[in-house]
């Protein structure tokens, strides 16, 4: 079983900036790649980014791109995602998903198997 956290969300200004946090616990996080989704009040969750097992590739949504960056951190069950120049609708509980290995089809929550509880972004205008 593999345990998913997520940390670092909070209350920003628009154009400001936050770095979120999935750490994961109960496996090699080595071998899993890792997906971001979001979900704001009324809306569906969304696919936001996705970062492939070795790190070699990542996805992002057309919305945050040039904006948001996924890395993984030194300590292999650690990704983050950077978000800079914050617009109010990012505003959104924003979760963390892993599977092993990976799936092509990387921006549908259905091909993850452990996902975190979420963290909640404001960004107020």
């Known amino acids: 079983q593999v345990h998913v956290v997520e940390s670092g969300g909070g209350l920003v200004e628009a154009g400001g900036s936050l770095r979120l946090s999935c750490e994961a616990s109960g496996r090699s996080f080595s071998r899993y790649s890792t997906g971001w989704f979001r979900q704001a009040p009324g809306k569906e969750r969304e696919f936001v980014a996705h970062?492939?097992?070795?790190?070699?590739?990542?996805h992002y949504i057309d919305s945050v791109k040039g904006r948001f960056t996924i890395s993984r951190g030194d300590a292999e069950n650690t990704v983050y995602l950077q978000m800079n120049s914050m617009k109010p609708e990012d505003t959104a509980i924003y979760y963390c998903?892993?599977?092993?290995?990976?799936?092509?089809?990387?921006?549908?929550?259905?091909?993850?198997?452990?996902w975190g509880q979420g963290t909640q972004v404001t960004v107020s205008s």
């Open positions: 998903a892993v599977v092993p290995w990976g799936s092509s089809r990387y921006s549908e929550h259905s091909s993850y198997d452990y």
């Open positions: 970062i492939s097992w070795s790190g070699a590739s990542q």
